[in-house]
């Protein structure tokens, strides 16, 4: 008889880019490689590899989840790890994650540990270990945030995120000739009563791109009507992250200390045009109770062909009125996309009977569960808020 080769994978990552963590990377994945070929009871399952990602949140490793995809599909008997940390930092998202190894018959070893999932105190000694490590992650952090503070303090910004119509030198925002004019006659129209969708046309037409590439769209327009780089000035802390470990990003409302510079660089926006400009804003500002609801799926279903969210789609057809989700690639035929339409009720079903509960909730739903990730063959990974999954598959006759 012909003994069954296990099927090892390895994964590998540093959370900083340079050239000395790129040689880092490199000769880890040259060790894993080595060894697992050189064994003659493995088969090479594939080495998977995360360069400049911090390990605090496995959700923006795309390498790690695809890796994790494969072992829960059966293709991976065995993860070698170079250490806890490499693997991940967050203590509950280590945890869930091994466990749902774990019921898929799949194993993580961990070498600078000597420490396998499938060993008998295997769990707790993960979580001790794991705890240090999420530990030392906040102590990073700290030191990082003390050294942010001291720079705001200074009037230096922490990093230069990218302003359209001007460009970075050093720490200084200069006039981007090209760019500049642009943003000086959107607020000048906006301020004498043009339409944000009119403006956003004309936009577009001059050929102008934003800072990523794309066609400017009505939120972008918004945003630079609302940011007060344009009158010279420079706001420092508008953000900050709550803890380190899950990265919760929030607006600053007061909770921290906010830095203005001002006469920091060349204004594009004169100080009226700015204040007609907030004016209008705030009297275009429609009341709480008159906004859109949010829907239970809104902001939840995740495109795995092409990593958009669905959108809800209502289309009155005859006597009926067909609720229906839809990828927005799909729909806007922005690339191509094999994904399925998904019919909302039998969504609320197949959630509901996810979640254990005999009616769907909304609140309950979306206090449960992060994102749905939906395949084109209409298999749903459902990501709860507390780390676990859960993967079911849509069908119409449910």
Request: net charge positive.
């Amino acid at each position: 008889m012909i003994k069954q080769l296990k099927r090892v994978a390895a994964y590998c990552r540093v959370s900083v880019e340079s050239e000395l963590m790129q040689s880092s990377i490199t000769n880890q994945i040259t060790h894993f490689t080595h060894k697992i070929n050189n064994n003659p009871l493995w088969q090479n399952a594939g080495v998977f590899a995360d360069y400049g990602i911090s390990g605090t949140n496995i959700k923006k490793r795309p390498q790690f989840n695809r890796m994790i995809a494969l072992a829960l599909q059966g293709k991976i008997d065995l993860i070698l790890a170079k250490s806890l940390q490499r693997f991940a930092r967050n203590t509950v998202d280590l945890l869930a994650t091994v466990r749902q190894l774990k019921e898929h018959n799949v194993e993580v070893f961990f070498e600078k540990e000597n420490l396998s999932t499938f060993s008998h105190d295997g769990e707790l000694m993960l979580s001790i270990m794991a705890s240090f490590a999420q530990e030392e992650s906040r102590n990073i952090s700290d030191n990082v945030r003390w050294g942010i503070k001291k720079r705001f303090e200074q009037g230096l910004p922490n990093g230069r995120n990218p302003v359209f119509g001007y460009d970075w030198v050093d720490d200084d925002l200069i006039v981007n000739e090209n760019e500049g004019w642009i943003v000086t006659k959107m607020f000048k129209d906006y301020a004498d009563g043009k339409r944000v969708r009119d403006i956003v046309a004309w936009v577009n037409q001059t050929g102008a791109k934003t800072r990523k590439g794309n066609d400017f769209m009505p939120a972008t327009i918004k945003a630079m009507l609302a940011n007060p780089t344009y009158t010279g000035v420079l706001l420092l802390c508008k953000e900050y992250v709550g803890d380190p470990i899950i990265h919760d990003r929030h607006k600053n409302k007061g909770e921290l200390p906010q830095y203005l510079v001002e006469d920091h660089h060349e204004p594009l926006v004169d100080e009226e045009t700015w204040q007609k400009a907030q004016q209008r804003t705030e009297q275009n500002r429609q009341p709480e109770r008159n906004r859109k609801k949010v829907n239970a799926f809104t902001g939840k279903l995740k495109c795995k062909d092409c990593g958009r969210n669905f959108q809800r789609i209502t289309q009155r057809y005859k006597d009926q009125i067909p609720i229906y989700w839809q990828c927005y690639s799909r729909r806007n035929h922005l690339v191509e996309c094999h994904s399925i339409n998904l019919d909302e009720f039998i969504l609320e079903k197949i959630a509901a009977r996810t979640l254990g509960i005999k009616k769907f909730d909304t609140d309950f739903f979306r206090e449960q569960v992060e994102v749905i990730e939906v395949e084109p063959d209409g298999t749903m990974e459902f990501h709860f808020t507390d780390g676990r999954r859960k993967i079911c598959k849509y069908e119409k006759s449910q």
